[in-house]
Every structure is written in structure tokens, then in C-alpha cells.
């Protein structure tokens, strides 16, 4: 399993975020299309919620498994993820059912051990998404210090994952 922890956010603009992206070195990777479907799990008797999607971009799927919960605003995820294929798509929707499907066109930028997401997801909105990858054990002061960078440009925090927003 991986870790991060990520602070996730409303943004009703990215033009300052992308000026902030830029002066702290963060490279522009990649704008695509992504579609995440999201299946059916029981979380009852936990503080952490427990997920499960498949996100088709590109050519390629992946199956992405997580349980999230929140600390001091920040949210903390365990996650791993491995490619599939996508007629495994079929066979998880038989099997769990579909609890959201998850529309977004998302602007990656990176830095070393740190993902910056501009989402734009129908039916919500635009959302920044800053993800801090953890070693093992560790705790790290940088998602505090890239909240208190980006904040002035950032609206309302979302606890949550996408499959709240939209889901029924």
C-alpha cells in the first residue's frame, strides 16, 4: 500500500493556482479526459472509508483501491493501484454495482513526491487537488505549506472523495 496526504478544495479559478504552480518549479504534464467509475463497498464500523474505482483514460484502465479518512483538514489516503484491463469494468459492475461515475478533465502538474490536480468534474465544478506521497511511516509538513501557498486562491475544502460529490 502507498500514502499521501492531500488537501482538496473548491477553485473558482485556476489562472492564480497555474501562477503559483509555475513559481514554485511545478511542471505541466498532461491534460486528458478521465472517467472513474466508482462500485459499491460497505464501510459501516469504520472512521476510514473504504473505495474502490476503475479510472479509464486514455487507452488504459486502472483499479485503483483507497481508504481515506481526515485529519486536521487534510485528508489521509492508503492506496494501491494496478493496471487492468477494461473488460474487468463489466465484471465489477455485475459484481458491486455502481454507486457514481466520475466525469473530469484534469490538468496534472508535478513535482518531486507531490501531484497537483486541476480538475474540471461535470455536475461539481472545478476542484485543486494537491496529493504529498508519503514513505512509509512518515509525516511530512509540505501539505501544510502548499495550503498555506495556494489557500488565498482556493474556495471551500471538501472532505470527501469525487464519488461523494456526485453520487446519489
Not at 90 to 112: D, F, I, N, Q
Request: proline share 3%; charged share 30%; with cysteine.
Amino acid at each position: 500500500m502507498s500514502q499521501n496526504l492531500e488537501i482538496k478544495r473548491y477553485c473558482p479559478d485556476f489562472r492564480p493556482v497555474r501562477s503559483v504552480l509555475r513559481q514554485i518549479g511545478a511542471r505541466h504534464v498532461v491534460t486528458k479526459r478521465q472517467v472513474d467509475t466508482y462500485f459499491n463497498l460497505a464501510s459501516e464500523g469504520s472512521t476510514r472509508f473504504r473505495r474502490l474505482k476503475i479510472r479509464e483514460q486514455l487507452r488504459r484502465a486502472e483499479l485503483v483501491g483507497y481508504a481515506d479518512s481526515y485529519v486536521g483538514g487534510l485528508r489521509e489516503v492508503d492506496y494501491q493501484v494496478i493496471q487492468v484491463p477494461k473488460t474487468l469494468k463489466a465484471v465489477l459492475v455485475g459484481a458491486l454495482g455502481v454507486s457514481a461515475v466520475v466525469t473530469k478533465r484534469r490538468e496534472l502538474w508535478t513535482l518531486p513526491r507531490t501531484l497537483f490536480n486541476l480538475d474540471t468534474i461535470e455536475g461539481v465544478g472545478k476542484v485543486f487537488e494537491a496529493e504529498v506521497v508519503l514513505s512509509e511511516g512518515e509525516m511530512t509538513d509540505a501539505a501544510e505549506r502548499y495550503l498555506e501557498l495556494f489557500e488565498p486562491h482556493l474556495g471551500e475544502r471538501i472532505e470527501g472523495s469525487n464519488e461523494d460529490m456526485v453520487g446519489g
